[in-house]
């Protein structure tokens, strides 16, 4: 780090810095190192759930106010707000302890579409890290925080009941999409927040506060100048709670119910298969690699279908099924 002063303080500013964590190792030192360097001086709030690899000490050693909880008391929403509610600043900014902020600008380009005195929210653009796995790569590049071009999100401004006219009138998807907010790295209001705090949420509180704002006639920016690094290495297992998580959220938010049943799992995954066999021969990777995540490709091309078709379905299954409710509650565990 150079000698230049930390832009991290524990003392308020207009902007504040909010990063739930639980060991975050080498990775959250790198962040802390990357908001010392920002441009623009922030507050800096930690809430620790019990890390035993330093990290609470990492955060306090670079300015940060440090607060702990057991990490039973962890909830992706109800945490987000005990922190939030910690800071001063007029916008609060959020990251997951591995979202690495590229560039000394990340976060005052996270703050410019807040001129605009409608919006509401706003998120940062996302790249893979450079050592992500070549399939899970793909799909985070395909995902709405990679996009090149600045949106703004609304239904019809500061008109709830058209609001929620328009929403009602879209097909699941197109709901989906048009609500997308992701806390690995994004903003709020703080004046927004204080209408509309994060729901208490195990699961997705990010896309449930953007559902929120937009059916309240708010605004959300996705805002591409501002940009982070964040992956993890590919794990069958992590990926299918993750997925089965998900389509839980988008079932119950939006609808949303992708794959109806085993035959499209079935065939959904033949199709994946041929997706990303193309896809490893179009990179620079050498025999043996690609022979390799051919092979991985198969079972996770399924593990993707039956994570959707499982996590959607879950909503009533778990109602008819003692299995069915201890499965749910094994998958959510730790996600």
């Known amino acids: 780090m150079s000698a ?66 057991a990490q039973r008391e962890f909830n992706h929403g109800a945490t987000r707000n005990r922190g939030i509610a910690l800071t001063h600043g007029a916008v609060v900014a959020l990251l997951t302890q591995d979202a690495l902020p590229i560039g000394r600008d990340y976060l005052g380009n996270l703050q410019k579409p807040f001129a605009n005195a409608r919006v509401d929210g706003a998120y940062a653009r996302q790249f893979p890290r450079p050592d992500c796995d070549p399939l899970l790569a793909e799909r985070l590049r395909r995902w709405s925080a990679s996009r090149a071009e600045p949106t703004l999100q609304v239904f019809v401004p500061l008109d709830a009941a058209a609001s929620a006219k328009l929403y009602e009138s879209l097909p699941p998807l197109e ?68 997925l089965y998580c998900d389509h839980r959220n988008l079932y119950e938010l939006f609808g949303l119910f992708q794959v109806r049943n085993w035959r499209a799992v079935w065939h959904g995954a033949k199709g994946q298969q041929q997706f990303y066999r193309e896809l490893l021969e179009a990179q620079a990777l050498t025999s043996a690699e690609k022979r390799r995540w051919r092979w991985y490709a198969i079972p996770y091309s399924y593990a993707e279908g039956a994570a959707q078709f499982l996590g959607a379905r879950s909503h009533w299954k778990t109602k008819e099924s003692r299995f069915w409710a201890w499965f749910d509650r094994r998958v959510q565990r730790g996600v």
């Open 175 to 242: 709901r989906y999409f048009s609500c997308v907010f992701d806390n690995v790295a994004s903003a709020v209001r703080r004046t927004s927040w204080e209408r509309h705090p994060f729901p208490e949420r195990r699961f997705g509180e990010d896309v449930a506060w953007g559902r929120a704002i937009l059916l309240a006639g708010g605004a959300i920016a996705y805002e591409p100048s501002a940009q982070v690094e964040h992956s993890h290495r590919i794990d069958l297992g992590r990926e299918f709670k993750r």
């Open 4 to 69: 230049r002063a930390s832009a991290s303080t524990s003392a308020a500013r207009p902007l504040s810095v909010v990063i739930p964590t639980w060991n975050g190792g080498a990775r959250f030192r790198e962040l802390l190192e990357a908001l010392a360097s920002q441009a623009v001086e922030h507050e800096l709030v930690v809430i620790d759930s019990g890390s035993r690899d330093g990290t609470a000490e990492a955060a306090r050693a670079a300015g940060a106010r440090v607060e702990t909880i």
